[in-house]
């Protein structure tokens, strides 16, 4: 199919890294599922992805042999526990390049890791301080900063976006300023599939001494993220978009940041010391990990890290953007067809959302749903995103390592069909 | 899975040519209702006279189910008394929740029977119930304001 030849020397086509779909698809029984008497054809992957056996047999074999809490107790099963759920952050601080494992704090998904921060540091604000977020934040990047700054005082701002769905940071000197405190923002967008470049944004925090959160949710299961590459103060993300079970998510921050916060949620584990007359808290990860945490959730995190890391991000990120590039083309056949967000498979994730004429997305959806084609419809938890692009809903697909060109194909049929239905 | 038991042709009729569409004077009461799952918007007025339902008129967003479920209510409801307006307005909200297990009265809810299919589906009986859930609201604040 390459007309065109490489110079010896250069990076080669075959030189990309490659994985088997199919033996990768046989790992997730879900997908060998019919529904309706139809095939499974799964691209709601950005709203929670599906779970391989191993990441699914990890948490039986807990349950099963190794239950007990963590981090009290003196038995052989409360060390077990202890050791397993341990492992699972040490796991995942090497997925990210942390420096430290302490660094990783597990919460209950992406929403609670960036209310953490809100309430941490956004709790110390005051009158006059500004945070900057984006238009295409999820509803979670926005509204804990709106109650924050109602609470405090502070001034809530956001980037803009252009008419291609990217950040406009034509602003960015003003917008992050001297009175800037904290800047959150979303690094890829889970509904117009942007990956946000970050760099101007980060030079121009550390300029203005802020901080800079990023929401890297619909980043971490696709292409990995590398924290000290990045140079973030902190980022979020969630177990269960990428391949893990739900009830977990991560918050990582800077050590020195994290020891220097004040707690969000008071309990048990998050203590040194507790008396009537007042306590002192527990270094991270423990300061931000109130209560009985997600024990089995973290072991099937953990598997999931390994079994990300046994394919290779490499490999899943390379496959994701030959995904991209087929799916922007299929669907450019489409008459009717309008794609909110970048229309190129550059800078951007493996999330495309779309208008079908006038066809409502709800109706879209269900017609696709009728086909066994599963679609996510709505606005996605970003409204503002969609008051941006003046549409009340959008249907989205997005893509995984599990998903084929086959899949996108039963897409394009299923549109055809809305189609036919509702002109 | 049957489409056609869930998009009916008295539905797609209603939705590619709805009735009483566009926001008109007077009126007594407007509302806005949302769907927040979905984004959905309807704005609803409702004019009485006497305990006569004389016009209902709406303009909103959202998929076939709600748009034409706003068409059918219109059909059904104006010129009615309000009691037989809001007896009609119950058995539709009965149907609506009674998961596809109850058999519509075609004398009492007319072309609305073409919803019951719709009840099987948890998640658009919110798409079919928006304009109602509407004129419920805007009828009680004009009985509140007399």
């Known amino acids: ?423 | 899975m049957q489409l056609d038991q869930l998009y009916q042709d008295i539905i797609l009729d209603h939705y590619k040519h709805p009735q009483g569409r566009g926001l008109r004077d007077p009126f007594a009461a407007e509302v806005h209702h949302v769907n927040p799952t979905c984004g959905d918007e309807v704005t609803l007025r409702v004019q009485l006279e006497g305990d006569r339902v004389v016009d209902v008129s709406y303009e909103g967003q959202g998929c076939s189910i709600s748009q034409a479920s706003a068409s059918v209510l219109y059909e059904l409801l104006v010129g009615r008394s309000v009691a037989e307006a809001m007896a009609v307005h119950a058995a539709f909200v009965e149907l609506m929740g009674g998961k596809g297990q109850i058999t519509p009265d075609e004398d009492v809810l007319g072309d609305a029977i073409a919803f019951a299919g719709v009840a099987k589906y948890p998640a658009r009986v919110k798409c079919a119930l928006l304009s109602w859930m509407a004129l419920k609201d805007a009828v009680a604040r004009v009985e509140e304001k007399s």
């Open chain 1, 1 to 423: 199919m390459t007309a065109v030849t490489i110079p010896e020397g250069m990076p080669q086509y075959g030189d990309v890294p490659r994985f088997d779909v199919e033996r990768v698809r046989a790992d997730f029984p879900i997908l060998g599922r019919e529904v309706y008497g139809e095939k499974l054809v799964y691209l709601d992957s950005a709203n929670t992805s599906q779970k391989p056996q191993q990441v699914i047999e990890a948490m039986a074999l807990h349950y099963a042999y190794h239950n007990a809490n963590v981090a009290r107790s003196v038995h052989a099963l409360g060390a077990e526990a202890t050791a397993a759920y341990d492992n699972a952050r040490a796991k995942v601080a090497a997925f990210i390049n942390a420096p430290s494992a302490n660094e990783v704090i597990f919460t209950k998904n992406a929403t609670e890791a960036l209310n953490i921060v809100a309430n941490s540091i956004g709790g110390q604000l005051k009158p006059g301080d500004e945070v900057v977020i984006s238009e295409m934040e999820h509803h979670s990047n926005i509204v804990p900063w709106q109650l924050i700054c109602e609470r405090t005082g502070a001034t809530l701002r956001w980037f803009g976006l252009t008419e291609h769905g990217r950040l406009d940071e034509s602003n960015l000197d003003e917008l992050v300023n001297e009175r800037t405190k904290i800047v959150s923002l979303v690094h890829t967008s889970n509904i117009l599939g942007t990956i946000n470049a970050t760099a101007r944004i980060t030079a121009r925090v550390r300029e203005v001494g802020a901080l800079l959160m990023l929401d890297c949710s619909q980043t971490v299961p696709h292409r990995g993220f590398d924290v000290v590459d990045y140079d973030v103060d902190f980022i979020a993300f969630t177990g269960h978009k990428m391949l893990g079970p739900t009830g977990i998510g991560v918050l990582w921050g800077r050590e020195e940041l994290l020891n220097a916060m004040p707690p969000f949620l008071g309990g048990g584990s998050m203590i040194e010391t507790v008396k009537m007359t007042g306590t002192t808290y527990a270094k991270a990860p423990a300061r931000f990990e109130a209560g009985t945490p997600p024990i089995a959730e973290a072991v099937g995190l953990g598997a999931a890290v390994d079994y990300l890391n046994s394919i290779g991000m490499e490999a899943i990120a390379w496959h994701e953007k030959e995904l991209t590039a087929y799916a922007l083309d299929a669907l450019s056949t489409v008459e009717g067809l309008k794609i909110y967000g970048p229309k190129v498979p550059v800078g951007r994730g493996a999330t495309i959302s779309f208008t079908l004429g006038q066809i409502h997305p709800h109706d879209v959806g269900q017609v696709l749903d009728s086909l066994g084609v599963q679609v996510r419809v709505g606005h996605h938890c970003a409204k503002p995103a969609c008051d941006r692009f003046g549409v009340p809903a959008l249907t989205r697909a997005s893509f995984y390592l599990y998903t084929t060109t086959a899949e996108i194909d039963a897409l394009v049929r299923g549109l055809d069909q809305a189609k036919r239905m509702f002109s």
